[in-house]
């Protein structure tokens, strides 16, 4: 696979420097400095593979420095001598006596310009420079019978190196191999090709600095792209195209001079003080295809999108027979100064900082940004600006929704005001409709919003509702297709949440997603968009419509590249190629990063709302109904209370899973709100290769938990409540402590809620509510406690409209009711409260707790 080979890659980097260390016999310690513009380049070639997200010059690094511990370990057999310990794996790695071709220019001599003289190295000098003589001098010094084998060690390389090269062998053969020689152009070049054969061998080389056998000095097609100064901005933004021909040092040639370098036959040239490498062929099927773009684009013009495509290597095969690797190799595309401004300020949003926004948050926004977050509202602004679309892709609990308002802050206060503005929409599953409600009504209040969503909207919902003063829409996935007059709207600005919902193209809602009418497309998502190629297309193809091409070309090229033999040019090309194009348009920062990491809490705790299914809502009023009834004959106080616990129980158990409350049947995941967020955040948990705690007040739904769970992780994880042995508690632990071992961990909040260390999680999640605040903390202290290292990202999960998002309010809100509550006694507290008061806590609010389907269902039935 491409990801084995990749890796692959890395080693044989990391060999290759360890040879250049090698000092023959002498002992030496191996350097730790990693050469970082070689792994660079190796990091762009990445193929697009799971935990690509963590892929960075700082990973690199890290693994760099452990091989060379290991080698440090593997070298002390052999004395601590890198050398032997290379011999001992390959023998070219340490020849004994190291043979040298020098390839120098002759400039007195225009028929013979280059001068030719082989060598070897008896011993490194008092200041450890290699001593080279003439490898003639050698049939002097090993002349004798009892040095023969020396003699033969030390030309085996050459030996080896006739095998392949015809020039060589021509050598060897008239005895020349041992005299100075002088070289016509066509044998330099013959030579200087034939470098990698002799270096493969274990002959060194030393030839003119400005030649580099894997990028030679070629005269090169330059192409630069920029602006137009009449052109607007966005992916419709028209751009310069400029031809050129120029050399190595970027001089530029005349067409006569270019005419003139096409008839010359030489394959090495020397034009205006400048060897070049000369392929007639190559040169003029690269011209002509970028002269029939040429004239493409003096016809139709050159779109931002096209533009990008084509500094990323990306271009349509037209009438020409030249291969991308040809085009690479012998082209160059360059952005001019507006577009190279704008490319770097999209990859490094930290460049500028607006305090005009700062001001404009401190008016109209009630919270203060982290500065990774000033930074993405920054490269919000500034796609938005340039009417470009992007992709927030942060960790989940780094504050997208945070980033999105304050951008619809700026955009609602900075903008100008004599300009019509059109409203947003915001896209999203049903079950985080009332997240970004909450979240918007509580940091930006100046916003308007609808909720375009059955359980929100009357029955004439088809009918588009007034919108002129309205500043965000929002909407689900689902409602896409039931509302036509949403995709029939001209909106501001559209905005994806949980944006892998469309990573399959040809679904309906993705597919509804794409005939939305707007200029700006945004996409937010946790989970690591760059690990499957195809979804990543698809992404793009909302968010930069033709950026990646079509959908049947992209997939046949990838699926083509992903066949190709490891280390293929052409298909590293590629996966560099995709991420030039891509990279602009995705901001991504990681909770394991560690100037993100300097800037967050320990922990992050975070409200996670989940809607009630239909059949949850019939029990729930229900029992709502019965105990209204029951109240009403009940007379004891002791009675009194025994029935109102027995109902808030029977409410909590409801709003897990209906089957919870009736005691059997199969934990079926569509028929409980709870378990469908549920899902939606283990898919990303899994995604990302983090653990998870879920607790849970009741010993009868772990066994439901863990069986749902591991059809969403794909193993199994442990369990732990009242009756699990002490014994046994600590293998489970530690099995969850290890790097390897089990992605979650089901506990009663009793039994695992106090007392054990699970700082592996990264996830805590509290599937029910307790209602002592102090309880639920000690249940997330056993992930966030000394020894972490990692931000912890606490899920309290509440179904609206019932019991549990009205104390839960109450609670956040530390009205007096919420002071009492919060106590020991919290559950007794609340059996005291009149049956009015009671009631109107465990009242359902149906509007809040209907989810999509549900609400459709039921106005049907009205």
């Not at 491409?2 to 890659?9: E, G, H, L, V, Y």
């Not at 993100?596 to 320990?602: C, G, K, M």
């Not at 409350?661 to 549920?678: I, N, P, T, V």
Request: charged share 20%.
């Amino acid at each position: 696979p491409a990801s084995f080979s990749f890796w692959q890659q890395l080693a044989q980097i990391f060999i290759a420097d360890v040879c250049k260390q090698n000092s023959g016999n002498e002992k030496a310690k191996y350097t730790f400095s990693i050469p970082v513009d070689e792994i660079s380049s190796w990091l762009t070639q990445a193929p697009f593979m799971r935990g690509i997200e963590y892929l960075q010059l700082a990973t690199a690094e890290s693994l760099w420095h452990r091989l060379a511990e290991a080698l440090e370990i593997e070298i002390i057999p052999f004395d601590r001598n890198i050398g032997a310990y290379l011999s001992a794996y390959h023998a070219a790695w340490n020849t004994v006596g190291r043979v040298c071709f020098h390839l120098a220019e002759n400039k007195n001599n225009s028929d013979h310009p280059f001068a030719f003289l082989a060598t070897y190295t008896t011993r490194l000098s008092n200041t450890a420079n290699t001593q080279h003589v003439p490898l003639g001098r050698a049939l002097e010094e090993y002349a004798g019978s009892n040095k023969k084998s020396q003699l033969l060690s030390l030309l085996l390389p050459v030996h080896r190196s006739t095998e392949k090269s015809h020039l060589l062998k021509n050598l060897v053969d008239t005895g020349n191999i041992f005299k100075p020689q002088f070289f016509s152009a066509h044998e330099a070049h013959h030579f200087l090709k034939d470098i990698p054969l002799f270096e493969a061998a274990g002959v060194m080389i030393r030839v003119p600095n400005w030649w580099n056998s894997k990028k030679p000095p070629r005269p090169s097609i330059s192409v630069s792209v920029d602006k137009k100064d009449t052109s607007t901005v966005g992916l419709d933004a028209l751009l310069n195209f400029n031809l050129q021909l120029a050399l190595p040092d970027g001089e530029q040639l005349t067409s006569q001079e270019l005419k003139n370098l096409l008839n010359n036959t030489d394959k090495l040239v020397k034009i205006k003080g400048q060897w070049v490498e000369i392929d007639n062929d190559k040169l003029n099927q690269v011209l002509l295809h970028w002269q029939t773009i040429e004239r493409q684009v003096e016809k139709n013009g050159l779109s931002f999108s096209e533009g990008l495509r084509l500094l990323a290597g990306v271009s349509k095969k037209e009438a020409h027979d030249a291969s991308l690797e040809d085009i690479a190799a012998w082209s160059k595309v360059t952005e001019g100064p507006w577009l190279k401004e704008a490319l770097e300020r999209l990859r490094h949003p930290d460049i500028t900082r607006d305090n005009n926004h700062i001001t404009l948050f401190k008016k109209y926004l009630r919270a203060k940004l982290r500065p990774y977050q000033e930074r993405g509202v920054q490269w919000l602004w500034w796609l938005y600006n340039m009417h470009l679309g992007g992709c927030l892709a942060d960790d989940m609990g780094l504050g997208k929704t945070i980033q999105i308002i304050s951008l619809m802050i700026l955009i609602h206060h900075k903008t100008e005001s004599t300009q019509k503005k059109l409203p947003h929409l915001l896209v999203l599953p049903a079950s985080l409709v009332g997240n970004w409600q909450a979240e918007i009504n509580r940091f930006a209040p100046t916003l308007t919003t609808f909720i375009a969503h059955s359980s929100s909207m009357q029955k004439d919902s088809n009918n588009k509702p007034l919108l002129s003063d309205i500043n965000l829409v929002i909407t689900t996935y689902g409602m896409l297709n039931r509302l036509p007059w949403l995709t029939e709207t001209s909106w501001d600005m559209v905005i994806l949440d949980e944006a892998q919902a469309i990573k399959n193209p040809s679904s309906k809602q993705a597919q509804a997603t794409k005939l939305l009418n707007n200029q700006v497309r945004f996409v937010l998502t946790g989970t690591p968009i760059e690990n499957r190629l195809l979804d990543l297309w698809s992404l793009f193809d909302f968010i930069a419509p033709g950026l990646l091409g079509s959908n049947r070309i992209f997939a046949n090229y990838s699926k083509q590249k992903a066949k190709e033999e490891p280390g293929n040019p052409n298909k590293n090309q590629f996966y560099a190629a995709v991420r030039q194009l891509v990279s602009p348009y995705i901001l991504r920062r990681l909770k394991s990063d560690k100037s993100i990491i300097s800037d967050l809490p320990d922990k992050t705790e975070m409200q996670t709302y989940c809607t009630l299914t239909k059949q949850q809502i019939g029990f729930y009023q229900q029992a709502v109904m019965e105990l209204s009834s029951k109240l009403e004959q009940q007379q004891d106080g002791i009675q009194r209370r025994g029935l109102v616990l027995s109902y808030l129980m029977r409410f909590k158990q409801i709003c897990n899973h209906p089957n919870q409350w009736l005691g059997h049947g199969k934990y079926e995941a569509d028929k409980s709100g709870k378990f469908e967020r549920l899902k939606e955040l283990c898919e990303v948990i899994a995604e990302k290769q983090e653990k998870v705690l879920v607790f849970t007040q009741f010993r009868e739904i772990i066994p439901a938990l863990c069986d749902f769970m591991t059809t969403i992780f794909g193993q199994s994880g442990l369990f732990l409540h009242g009756q699990t042995s002490i014994k046994e508690r600590s293998k489970r632990v530690d099995a969850f402590q290890n790097e390897e071992g089990p992605p979650f961990f089901v506990l009663s909040l009793k039994a695992g809620g106090t007392g054990l260390n699970l700082t592996a999680a990264s996830h805590v999640i509290h599937f029910d509510r307790w209602w002592n605040p102090a309880v639920e903390n000690q249940a997330t202290d056993r992930a966030y406690r000394i020894g972490q290292k990692k931000n912890v990202l606490v899920h309290k999960f509440i179904c609206r409209g019932t019991i549990e998002e009205k104390i839960d309010s109450l609670i956040n809100d530390k009205k007096t009711l919420a002071q009492e509550v919060i106590g020991e006694g919290s559950e007794m507290v609340i059996t005291e409260l009149s049956d009015a008061e009671l009631l109107n806590v465990v009242t359902l609010d149906i509007h809040r707790a209907l989810g999509e389907n549900e609400a459709l269902l039921l106005e049907h039935a009205l």
